[in-house]
């Protein structure tokens, strides 16, 4: 278990999975995950979160869906005052920003999943990659360094965190980076289900590529739990 810090929070080699409250209530049969990534690296400690996302399942009907918060929202952070969203993971951690949301939204969170660069690189990279289909096409030197052509592309790990990073490439900057990232949330987890339907037991890679990336604040058998569920919403 690693307890979360007041401030200083830097999680770029790594994920890390934590409950947000001390007991798992789900609420008539919801679970919400917040999902965060961080600008961490090479050693940053000034941790602003890069994206906020909520996953929702529903444990009955099995399906499922994804709130975006651009990270540049003012928002009243408990505590805190009136401030941007993406600094309370800063200032108190992934408990902070949950506490920011379900103060926002008056949803109950669950889950909280925190997302380094090269975590997520790697996550990608040993998944095989991620298969996107891209409208429009994205040129971004000066930027996250992402080019790609419109169409279907199958991305590593270096070009999806390249997508998932693009922001001034777009006329609408954050908004449409925000939109992009639950592109590629759902995107995985099409993968997943695409690889489960095929093979019943590749839950087990992926819970494997998982465990060997991810400090868990959770218990392995909760971890598995979870991971079944949204492989099948």
């Known amino acids: 278990v690693h307890p979360e810090r007041s401030s200083g929070w830097t999680t770029s080699r790594a994920i890390e999975v934590g409950r947000v409250h001390g007991r798992f209530q789900p609420i008539k049969g919801r679970i919400f995950v917040l999902v965060m990534g961080s600008d961490a690296r090479y050693g ?10 909520i ?13 975006n918060f651009p990270r540049d929202s003012w928002v009243e952070i408990p505590g805190r005052g009136s401030a941007k969203i993406n600094t309370a ?21 669950d889950y909280w999943v925190l997302v380094g660069f ?14 996107v289909k891209l409208r429009r096409p994205i040129n ?7 080019n790609l052509r419109a169409g279907k592309h199958r991305l ?26 639950a592109r ?3 995107a995985m987890l099409r993968e997943l289900r695409r690889d489960l339907e095929e093979h019943p037991t590749s839950l087990l890679r992926w819970m494997e590529v998982a465990r060997r ?7 392995v058998r909760e971890m598995y739990r979870l991971a079944l569920l949204t492989s099948q919403a």
């Not at 996953?55 to 709130?67: E, F, P, S, V, Y």
């Not at 200032?91 to 008056?106: D, F, I, N, S």
């Not at 390249?162 to 006329?171: N, Q």
């Not at 990336?213 to 218990?219: D, E, F, K, M």
């Open 89 to 109: 993971l800063h200032a108190g951690g992934p408990r902070l920003v949950a506490r920011t949301l379900e103060k926002l939204t008056g949803i109950r969170l």
């Open 213 to 219: 990336n991810t400090r868990l604040n959770i218990s």
């Open 156 to 181: 590593g790990g270096r070009a999806s965190l390249a997508y998932v990073r693009t922001r001034k490439a777009f006329k609408h900057g954050d908004i449409t980076r925000t939109t992009n990232q």
């Open 140 to 146: 971004d030197p000066g930027g996250s360094g992402a």
């Open 184 to 186: 590629f949330l759902l």
């Open 55 to 67: 996953a929702g399942i529903n444990t009955k009907t099995m399906r499922g869906g994804i709130l």
């Open 44 to 53: 940053n400690k000034n941790t602003n979160a890069d994206a906020i996302h």
């Open 118 to 131: 090269q975590g997520f690189e790697r996550i990608i990279r040993e998944l095989g990659g991620v298969t």
